[in-house]
């Protein structure tokens, strides 16, 4: 008898890990891959993304909308997604731009 006064919980217990179980499941069959790749040792090249890559310190932000995070530098420069694109020149500017030489730091530079 004492064990039947038990079984609801083991039950509801059983329940919960299975969902908990499908929930996970459905979420790694169904999470989209980084809109990024590594272009070359450190250096990453991608779309839109809600966080950058682990690791990552510097962000050049070409796209219309602003980056939802910061970085320890950061520059959001919106660039039309059409002909002509900016040349190196323009490029050097954004990344080396300030008098040290050395990556824009957005708390200064907004």
Known sequence: MG???????????????????VQFAADRLTR?????????????????????????RAVLNLCEAEDPYRTEADRWEPIR????????DWLRAQVGGNEKGTFNDPRTDR
């Open 32 to 56: 989209e891959p980084p809109n990024y790749s590594e272009v070359e040792d450190g250096l990453w090249l991608g779309g839109s993304v809600a966080e950058p890559p682990p690791g990552t």
């Open 81 to 88: 997604d059409a002909v002509p694109a900016p040349g190196l």
């Open 3 to 21: 064990r039947l006064r038990y079984w609801p919980i083991v039950v509801l217990t059983v329940a919960t890990f299975a969902v908990v179980a």
